[in-house]
């Protein structure tokens, strides 16, 4: 009898790595780290046979991840029934130059959940989602907005997958050439990548002299949005009930 | 009678845009420079009616769409004889703050592609596409490499995938709030984000005084990731045969 490791996402057939296996983790705090380090993820599903790859934010509490969108769209109405998604975040931190065209590579952080995705149905755990998609990324800022009408609350779906597989690979290292070519007369190294937070524009109608608020600092302009991130993830679990 | 214009993707159920419809285009310039100012897409595609969503390297010549991988990979295994997939690119640009729950959103570059992938037989075209993934981010670079081995070229698949259908969304503006909100006391905005490249960290057996080739200027520090790509790429279709 083997008894599952509860830090550990179990591995199947389904998101056992196949290659390159020591890039692999299979740890719940290794996926949640590049989960929670993301805005954007990419949801693939199936349709009558057809794939589709669908971008959208995304946001995780505990091991449910969590995406919202408009009642109108094709990807929310055919997860009505609960249906077979794979959800995955990618970061490219760097692109990876070697001396031979195989050892090409890049670093990247990214993680593949399965599961199955369900639209939440009236009641409390959405309505606590619909303030969750604004104060899990800006923290308290929910307190302050025009509140919800009814009309937007059923305008908009939130679905819900409770992670039952995933894994995570990433690569960060250096360049990754054969020892016999190291010697070959070519520039080779690693160009990092990141993404940074720009100068924030005000909305034209904001009064003079209104500040953002203190709360929005992980956002400051030069930082990394997955530094921003982790940061509010860390904020909005420490307030989770 | 009606003729497709040759700029435009054909429009079908598949690849109509469901809501926001006014964000959506489906000429191919704009499907395109979505494609190109980025080097990581997601591919979505079905194995025994589960889906997956694989992050992977691509680049395009011309309507088709390449990536490679391991001769291992699951993924690539299960292309071989062609199946139906789908490929998309995402830019996240900007975090828009609004006055109300329901109207924050984000700045976005999405381009969703439909087509049958198959993976390139020994021959020519493979043999081309394993220097364009090179040639095709770092222009000229190719030449100075150490050559592929016959190893190395045939534990590397090379998948094409021609595109069938497309559309691009894309919102690019300030807060889009409800006219009788704009007086709610609260901080709105546009927070942009772009994906920068860093400094560059030479391989340590590189020899002293090698500097990095004039090619990869497009990847100096600083510069934003979509610019450098969009450049290399307009090189890369240039050279085109």
Request: charged share 20%.
């Amino acid at each position: 009898m083997t008894v599952q490791d509860p830090n550990l996402y179990p591995v199947t057939p389904r998101n056992r790595a196949k290659r390159v296996s020591e890039r692999a983790r299979y740890d719940r705090a290794a996926v949640h780290a590049i989960l929670d380090a993301a805005m954007l993820c990419h949801v693939a599903y199936v349709i009558d046979g057809q794939p589709y790859c669908t971008p959208t934010l995304h946001w995780r509490r505990g091991d449910t991840l969590y995406w919202h969108g408009s009642s109108a769209s094709r990807m929310l109405r055919h997860l009505k029934p609960g249906v077979a998604a794979c959800v995955t975040v990618s970061h490219l931190d760097g692109l990876v130059l070697a001396r031979s065209g195989f050892n090409h590579s890049a670093n990247y952080r990214a993680a593949m959940c399965f599961g199955t995705a369900r639209i939440l149905p009236e009641g409390p755990e959405k309505e606590e989602a619909l303030w969750a998609v604004v104060d899990r990324f800006y923290p308290e800022r929910s307190a302050g907005l025009r509140p919800i009408t009814g009309q937007e609350a059923k305008a908009t779906m939130v679905i819900a997958m409770p992670i039952d597989e995933a894994s995570a690979k990433v690569r960060a290292k250096g360049v990754g050439d054969n020892p016999e070519d190291l010697t070959h007369p070519v520039w080779a190294g690693v160009i990092p990548v990141s993404t940074v937070i720009g100068a924030a524009e005000p909305c034209p109608h904001v009064p003079e002299g209104m500040a953002r608020p203190a709360t929005l600092a992980p956002y400051a302009e030069g930082a990394r949005l997955d530094d921003a991130l982790r940061q509010t993830q860390a904020i909005y679990e420490g307030e989770a009930p």
